[in-house]
Structures are given as structure tokens and as C-alpha cells.
């Protein structure tokens, strides 16, 4: 099916090219059932000269359907083949083309009209349809941060390479890509990337014993995807954007600093060397960010809330807590020594997350899971994308072997 299927999209996307002075964006969203997908949708729908030419998906058909009866997209992906079949057929009244797999994600990555292509999948799925995009000169709205850690080495100077930008949906990332407009990248002392420290801010590990999952889905500032949840309440989401931020701003590690900001008000910082700070603040709100990266370095409107300076209050600032936090302390590690750790340490904390969302392990599993992935996985220097999934499955068959 998918096959068949993916030679009918080359036919259409040839067929319409894109007309000289057409200012429509034309935009492929992959993961646009999820919190950053959907928000992009609502940034779709609040502006009428951005075009939704595909959308793609796990397995929330449902709210597919519901996409796709609404924004019109020529082609879907869905990752599972049965959930494909199921959809087309519930689509049969739409043009509506519907690929699955890995392909589909490929083949709606490289849409010839398509300019931008928005990476809202969790996880290192995201890698091949980004390469993909990129080979095909696509811009990316990169929410997907997993990508970036564990192939940024190969994605950074490819997209150099193909004249691409990777535009920053990463709050943090945003932030700093914002601060920077207008800057010279050579004239950064360091970044202070903000975190807001999660659920467990000021926790010994005694105390996090016994989080259960209820507990760790419940982020004080920001309502996102469970695991993005789960990574902010252990650090780990905070170690895997300094990774992001070393590759998107080509800045050391040692100029890395994580600056605990539990209000979420101030989104991250730039030191400068004459010692100058610039600052992005805001209220907590996705939809900023997305609206950024997709019309940069234009800025819309948007709706929403504003910051009130007089019922703010105060702003406060504490260091980050490494040692009941080993997430964060990790993340520098596996950067620090670079090749395919972070991989390992990206595709440790994916599979650790996922069995402490089944309850199959507890919450400081987490961070031991990782740590002995580490320690125990072979060091692949400079690894091609075969020897990034390679690393993955080698990590995965280590945890099944030694935690399931
Ligand atoms: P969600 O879990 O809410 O959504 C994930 C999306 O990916 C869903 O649309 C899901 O589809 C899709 N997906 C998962 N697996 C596959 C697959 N194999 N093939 C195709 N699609 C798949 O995550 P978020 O939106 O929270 O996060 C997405 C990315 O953005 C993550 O990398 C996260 O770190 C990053 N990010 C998120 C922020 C946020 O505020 N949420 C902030 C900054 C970064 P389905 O639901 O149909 O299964
Ligand atoms: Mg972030």
C-alpha cells in the first residue's frame, strides 16, 4: 500500500508548482496530532496565508480525520499500516491521499511545493524524514529536538550545505534564535538557557522515591506531550536543549549555562562578550515560537496573553540542581564526549520513559537506565545515520535485557 501509494504524490506534487508571486506558504506538518502539531494548527488557522499541504501522525486517526476535514491536506501519513487502511477509509468522500510508515513520513517531507516542513514528532523517528526534507531543500520548523541531538552533526552541516535554515520551536531555543537577530553569533560569550526546574524543583532523591506518573505529567508551567513531560520533570529536557543549543548556535558546552527561572517568564538568554545580556520573556505560550519559525524573521500578530509588569511580581533565579537531577549532569557528559553517546543517552532516556509510563519501572530508574547505557554501550565516533539507529537498537536490546 504504501508504495502505490507514494508514487501517486510525486504525479500530484509536480502537477501543482508553485506560481511566481503566489504568497501562500505551502507547509508539511509531521506529528500534527500532538501538542506542538496542533498548536501549529491553530497558528494555521489564525492566519490565512499558510497553506497545509500535508500532515503526519502515529495513530490518533481520529483526531486526523478531524485535520484533515478542516485544513484539507493533499496527502496524510500515518505510521501504521492498519490505521492507514482504516483512515482511507474513512476519508473515501476526500481527495485526500493516505501514505503509512516510514516512507509516507519521507515522501510528505519532500513535497516539491512544500517550503517549510514542521518536525512535531517525539523522538528519533524524526531523524530520516528530516534528512529527507533537508536533501530536498525544505526549511525546518524544528520542535523535534531528539533529531538534533543525536544527528546534529550530521543535520547542521547538511542544511549549510542545501542553503536550508532549521528554525528553532524549542521555547528556549526560539528565545535565544530571537536574541540573536541581528547579532553576530561570533560575539556570544554564553548562553543561559532557563529552565523552569519541573514538578520536583527542590526535591532530594529520597523524596523522589516514589513519583508516580500522575505526578510527573503535572509540569507547573507548560501543558505538552507526556513525554516531553516526563523529560522536564527529570531534566533530561533541559540536558537534551543544551545539546540542541550547542548545534543550532555552534557555542561550547562550557558556554552553556542552565539558569533555573521557575516562573517560565524569561524563555533564555544571551551574554555577549562586552558583557551585555539580552533576554526573550513572554508568557508560557507554544504558539509564539511556532508562529516565529514559520514566518521569520517576520513577526504577526498573535492573541493571548501579555506580561503585566505590575502583577508579575518577582523573577527568581537558582542554580540548577545536578545531583538529585543526574539527568541534566548526564546530558553535559554524553555532549561533552560527543560520537554516538548522545544517542545513546537520547535513546536510553526514550525507552527508560516509556517503561516508567507503562509502571514497569520506577522514576529513578530513569536516570540509572541512562547512566548504564553509557557506561556500557560501544563508542562510535562521527556515526553515519545507520550507525545513530544502530546505537538505538543496541541501547534498547541492553534495557530489555537488563530492566524487562
Ligand atoms: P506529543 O506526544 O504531544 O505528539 C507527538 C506527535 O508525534 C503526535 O502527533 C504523534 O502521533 C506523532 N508520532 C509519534 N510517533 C510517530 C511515528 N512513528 N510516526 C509518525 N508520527 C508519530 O509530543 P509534543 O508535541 O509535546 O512534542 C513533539 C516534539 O516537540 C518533541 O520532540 C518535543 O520534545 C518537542 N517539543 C515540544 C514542546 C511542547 O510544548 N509540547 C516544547 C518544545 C519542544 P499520534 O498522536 O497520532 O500517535
Ligand atoms: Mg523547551
Known amino acids: 500500500m504504501c508504495k502505490e501509494r507514494a508514487q501517486e504524490i510525486v504525479i500530484i506534487s509536480t502537477r501543482r508548482k508553485v506560481s511566481n508571486g503566489d504568497t501562500m506558504k505551502y507547509i508539511t506538518i509531521l506529528g500534527s496530532t500532538g501538542s506542538i502539531g496542533t498548536q501549529t494548527l491553530d497558528v494555521v488557522r489564525s492566519n490565512k496565508d499558510i497553506k497545509v499541504i500535508a500532515l503526519g501522525a502515529g495513530s490518533n486517526i481520529e483526531r486526523l480525520e478531524q485535520q ?11 505510521w501504521e499500516e492498519e ?22 513520513l519521507m515522501e510528505i517531507s519532500t513535497i516539491e511545493k512544500v517550503e517549510i516542513v514542521v518536525t512535531a514528532i517525539v523522538g528519533m523517528i524524526g531523524i530520516r524524514p528530516t534528512i529527507s526534507a533537508i536533501l530536498a531543500g525544505k526549511h525546518i520548523a524544528l520542535a523535534n529536538k531528539e533529531t538534533l541531538v543525536t544527528a546534529g552533526h550530521i543535520i547542521m552541516p547538511l542544511a549549510k550545505e542545501k542553503n536550508v535554515k532549521i528554525l528553532p520551536v524549542d521555547s528556549e531555543h526560539s ?55 516526563i523529560d522536564s520533570s527529570t531534566m533530561v ?12 548556535f555552534d557555542v561550547d558546552f562550557d558556554n552553556i549555562e542552565v539558569v533555573v527561572q521557575p516562573q517560565s517568564v524569561i524563555h533564555s538568554m544571551v551574554q555577549f562578550i562586552d558583557g551585555a545580556i539580552m533576554a526573550q520573556l513572554g508568557t508560557p505560550d507554544m504558539k509564539l515560537p511556532i508562529q516565529y519559525a514559520l514566518y521569520y524573521p517576520e ?21 540548577p540542581d545536578m545531583e538529585n537531577f543526574r539527568g541534566l549532569k548526564l546530558a553535559y557528559e554524553a555532549g561533552r564526549k560527543g560520537g554516538n553517546v548522545p544517542t545513546i543517552f537520547n535513546a536510553a532516556n526514550e ?31 562521527n556515526p553515519s545515520v545507520e550507525e545513530i539507529l544502530l546505537t538505538e537498537q543496541e541501547t534498547y536490546q541492553f534495557i530489555k535485557e537488563r530492566w524487562n
Open 68 to 78: 484533515i476535514r478542516e485544513f484539507k491536506p493533499e496527502v496524510v501519513s500515518v
Open 351 to 381: 525507552k527508560a520513559v516509556q517503561l516508567f509510563l507503562d509502571r514497569q519501572i520506577a522514576y529513578l530508574d530513569i536516570p540509572d537506565i541512562i547512566e548504564a547505557s553509557m557506561s556500557t554501550i560501544a563508542f562510535r565516533n
Open 175 to 229: 528565545a535565544i534564535f530571537q536574541c540573536l537577530n541581528g547579532e553576530n553569533e561570533k560575539e556570544i560569550d554564553k548562553i543561559l538557557l532557563t529552565a523552569s526546574g519541573g514538578p520536583f524543583r527542590g526535591f532530594t532523591r529520597e523524596q523522589m522515591k516514589n513519583v508516580q506518573v500522575e505526578h510527573a505529567l503535572k509540569h507547573p508551567n507548560w501543558s505538552m506531550g507526556r513525554k516531553i513531560t
Open 299 to 319: 513577526r504577526r500578530v498573535l492573541g493571548g496573553d501579555r506580561l503585566d509588569f505590575s502583577t508579575l511580581g518577582q523573577l527568581t533565579f537558582e542554580k
Open 83 to 104: 490505521k492507514a487502511k482504516q483512515l482511507a477509509n474513512n476519508i473515501k468522500d476526500l481527495n485526500t491521499k493516505v501514505l503509512c510508515g516510514m516512507e509516507g
Open 237 to 248: 529536557n533541559k540536558g537534551l536543549e543544551v545539546i540542541e543549543a550547542k548545534w543550532l
